[in-house]
């Protein structure tokens, strides 16, 4: 566990979100300081990436507050289908607001289109690059040091579809990890994996949270190494027990 502090990063009231009419999160609340480490744990089915959703800006809740960052983005019965249209809030205010959050999914296949480890990091700076915006010696510092991070160095030339599981898991950290987010969300980090590379990434993960101290929170439907959490949740059909 990480130090924390007083200071809230993430606080969830009332949030009724779903997709159509089927309801997954039923009248949700939850509070996350700066600095905790988080797991949320359940089957699959029960909210996990629903929450990640709407914590990310992607389903708007039907009711409810949603404030991260000392930014609220949303309040009231505002959303609709496309996504979060929280009351006063600029476009340019909720662009920063997710800025400020790195994500890491599962693990996918690998892309189709050639792809090296540091050029795919690279991307995690800005989300795409054009000739209007190209790649600075500051942004592959950033990128090397991430990939130093989380033991990806001396792949950095490799194409991502020669890696392993494990190692496009740790790959995808490190990009991540190169926006120098406020806030981390994992979801079902080490699914897919074998259980060398599970137990190699979830140690990865709770190394640099003591080293970083980012607010994280991670969901699985698989158990976490409690003692090393400042809080294990668990959910089970849109409601935390």
Not at 58 to 77: A, C, F, H, K
Not at 224 to 232: K, L, N, Q, S, T
Request: hydrophobic letters at 40%; one cysteine or more.
């Amino acid at each position: 566990m990480t130090r924390t502090s007083s200071e809230t990063v993430i606080a969830l009231s009332g949030i009724h979100a779903g997709y159509g009419s089927t309801r997954v999160l039923r009248d949700f609340s939850l509070t996350v300081q700066r600095g905790e480490l988080v797991g949320v744990v359940g089957p699959n089915g029960s909210g996990k990436t629903t929450l990640l959703k709407v914590l990310l800006g992607l389903v708007g809740p039907s009711d409810g507050r949603v404030e991260i960052l000392g930014s609220t983005i949303y309040s009231g019965r505002e959303a609709d289908d496309r996504g979060l249209h929280g009351r006063g809030l600029k476009k340019s205010e909720r662009a920063r607001v997710r800025r400020a959050i790195g994500y890491l999914p599962q693990l996918h296949a690998p892309p189709a289109l050639p792809i090296t480890v540091d050029e795919a990091v690279l991307l995690g700076r800005w989300g795409r690059f054009s000739w209007l915006r190209r790649p600075d010696s500051e942004d592959r510092r950033i990128a090397g040091e991430c990939l130093e991070m989380v033991g990806m160095a001396e792949l950095s030339k490799r194409d991502l579809k020669t890696l392993s599981g494990g190692q496009r898991q740790r790959a995808s950290l490190a990009r991540a990890l190169a926006r120098r987010p406020q806030m981390l969300l994992m979801d079902e980090p080490t699914t897919y994996l074998d259980k060398h590379a599970k137990a190699d990434l979830m140690v990865r993960i709770i190394d640099l949270h003591e080293l970083l101290g980012i607010t994280t929170i991670m969901v699985t439907h698989e158990e976490v190494p409690g003692r090393a959490f400042d809080r294990v949740l668990r959910m089970e059909e849109g409601y935390l027990l």
